[in-house]
């Protein structure tokens, strides 16, 4: 793959096509494309192999731009493809017996993301790019932190002072509506401009993906911040801002809630977990962000809509069940305790509140492996829990009454490795051990040809599945392709 083949926009439109994938149905593999155009320029045709064209709906027109949603669906054959003007894109729809998915996590940093070179920022979405061309892959799944939006505090003047002040000015702040404008315009533009880069907009345009947000797809630990920060307007209105963004750009949904999907099971929007059925497979993604409080990853909705996603899957489908913070995790109670104890230690402990393993989660941690154990036992369903979150590999064994079920932690493909001792540091703590269910155990273990529990490199993952086997590997930035794993 070349350059060249990298820049396929044409003048006719600004940004696009991402595909998202919508599941199989009736021997069809449905997608949606979303393209971005001039507010007052005509949404190109997209023609579905070669045959009629597809007339999009407009989800939204914010800021000069219209954004277009693009419903059909393809063949399950090798060789489909769409075309949109003279830009011809294959698609991988087989969906047979070999399957090849890619999971990827925290695409981006915290600060100067977009400034450091792109080829060195993109290595490993470059890499994915080669792999995709020799072998292609079906679906592109995306763990959280799509973008990194932190710089999102500096998008106004009165953004910039709220986040200063102190707590009880920052109540009394109205949000008013140039700050909601400057703040929903950052969001929109930074996901085209990462969306746009050449690595990524290569594989979103041949690759359908699933995604589901966290944190710094709004800003860092949106939901475990105290004091009542996120009750605040200005707070509010910029989560609603990164939410609308987020059901645009990830979901591609009408941000209004007015067309959603059948994948996506709560009717109200309050909560935008969503199921995508494939042939042998079902992906489930909880959303533990739009309800997330200090005492809660979920709320009533989100865990109802779970419980409601989980039960009716196809039988003997194999559930990848998306936690865009790792259900498997090492022992942080003790870390908690001490930082307790620590003054000005605020900021590690919004960190450690965002896990599931956090002390003020503890219930919540039980409910999520109870679930994951019932619907492995009771409903015969294999389960491997795709995580990222912590830009580290790495990966878990959850031993339940009837099966292993397996958790693969991908983080990052971006973002860079922490420093050795961090890792050395969480996997002393993984060591120390942390079995909330009495008799079955969650233990971490090193990746296959590693001897430590955690791998300080930027990675992905793959997964693969031959017949009714699956295996994964990790691509790891220095030590490159992990063995396989059988899950």
Not at 324 to 348: C, D, F, H, N, T
Not at 356 to 368: I, K, V
Not at 433 to 449: A, E, K, Q
Request: aromatic letters at 10%; charged letters at 25%.
């Amino acid at each position: 793959m070349n350059e060249a083949q990298h820049d396929e926009t044409s003048d006719c439109w600004l940004a696009g096509p991402f595909l998202f994938g919508r599941g199989c149905h009736a021997g069809a593999v449905k997608i949606a494309a979303l393209l971005i155009t001039r507010h007052d320029d005509a949404p190109p045709v997209l023609s579905p192999m070669g045959e009629g064209s597809i007339t999009p709906v407009k989800l939204a027109e914010k800021f000069d731009r219209s954004y277009w949603r693009y419903d059909f669906t393809l063949p399950r054959q090798a060789g489909a493809w769409y075309a949109i003007g003279d830009n011809h894109f294959p698609v991988s729809t087989d969906f047979g017996d070999n399957l090849d998915l890619a999971f990827v996590s925290c695409n981006g940093q915290e600060q100067d993301d977009l400034d450091r070179p792109i080829d060195q920022r993109n290595a490993l979405w470059a890499d994915l790019c080669d792999r995709h061309d020799l072998q292609p892959f079906s679906l592109l799944l995306h763990g959280g932190d799509q973008i990194y939006a932190d710089n999102v505090w500096q998008c106004h003047p009165d953004i910039t002072a709220w986040q200063k002040a102190p707590n009880r000015q920052k109540k009394e702040t109205a949000y008013t509506d140039d700050m909601a404008d400057a703040v929903l315009k950052f969001y929109l533009d930074h996901y085209i401009t990462v969306y746009c880069l050449p690595q990524i907009a290569y594989l979103m345009a041949r690759v359908p993906s699933v995604m589901m947000w966290d944190d710094h797809d709004i800003f860092d630990g949106w939901g475990s911040h105290p004091g009542g920060f996120q009750d605040m307007a200005a707070a509010r209105g910029m989560f609603d801002a990164a939410r609308y963004a987020f059901m645009l750009m990830q979901l591609c949904i009408a941000p209004d809630g007015s067309d959603l999907p059948d994948s996506i099971y709560d009717p109200t929007a309050r909560s935008l977990g969503w199921r995508y059925d494939y042939p042998g497979m079902s992906i489930i993604a909880p959303d533990l962000r739009s309800e997330r409080r200090r005492d809660a990853l979920m709320g009533d909705v989100g865990w109802a809509m779970l419980e409601k996603m989980v039960r009716d899957v196809p039988k003997s489908s194999r559930i990848l069940l998306m936690s865009s913070v790792p259900a498997i995790g090492p022992r942080l109670s003790v870390v908690e305790a001490i930082l307790s104890l620590m003054p000005k230690s605020q900021k590690y402990e919004d960190d450690l509140r965002d896990q599931w393993q956090s002390r003020a989660h503890r219930r919540e941690w039980r409910r999520f492996l109870e679930l994951i154990e019932d619907i492995a036992t009771t409903d015969d369903h294999d389960v491997t829990i795709l995580s990222g979150e912590i830009h580290l590999a790495t990966r878990g064994v959850f031993e339940t009454r009837s099966r292993v079920v397996h958790q693969l932690v991908a983080s990052g493909i971006a973002h860079n490795a922490p420093p050795n001792a961090f890792a050395r540091c969480l996997g002393f703590l993984a060591w120390l051990g942390d079995n909330p269910l009495p008799g079955r155990p969650t233990r971490l273990r090193p990746l296959p040809g590693q001897s430590s529990i955690y791998v300080a490199e930027r990675n992905y993952l793959t997964l693969t599945r031959h017949k009714s086997s699956w295996h994964a590997n990790w691509r790891l930035e220095q030590s490159g392709l992990s063995p396989d794993i059988k899950i």
